[in-house]
C-alpha cells in the first residue's frame, strides 16, 4: 500500500523540487516530516542557500533555525 509520504515525495521528485516549505520551517524531500510533523500547511519547495533565507536574522539564527544548511522556500533562489 502506498502511504501519504511516498505520494507526496513523487509529486515533489515529478514536479523537480527540493523539498517542502513551511511558514517557519521546511524539509527536504529524503527527510519528509521530520518528528512526525504534520504537513497540511506545508507547499512544494526548493532549497535556499542560508544568506537567501534572511528575514532580518543573522546567518547564525539562519543555520540553527533551518539545520545549518540552507532552508525551503515556495520559490527558487535567484542565481547570485
Known sequence: MT?????IA???????FDGL??????CA???LFPC???PDQCVPGY????????????D????FVYGGS?????TKQEAS
Request: aromatic share 6%; net charge negative; with cysteine.
Open 3 to 7: 502511504t501519504v509520504r511516498q505520494i
Open 10 to 16: 513523487s509529486y515533489l521528485l515529478i514536479g523537480r
Open 21 to 26: 516549505a513551511g511558514d517557519e520551517c521546511g
Open 29 to 31: 524531500l529524503g527527510d
Open 36 to 38: 512526525d510533523s504534520c
Open 47 to 58: 532549497r535556499w542557500e542560508c544568506e537567501g533565507c534572511k528575514v532580518g536574522e543573522s
Open 60 to 63: 547564525e539564527s539562519c543555520e
Open 70 to 74: 540552507g532552508c525551503y522556500r515556495a
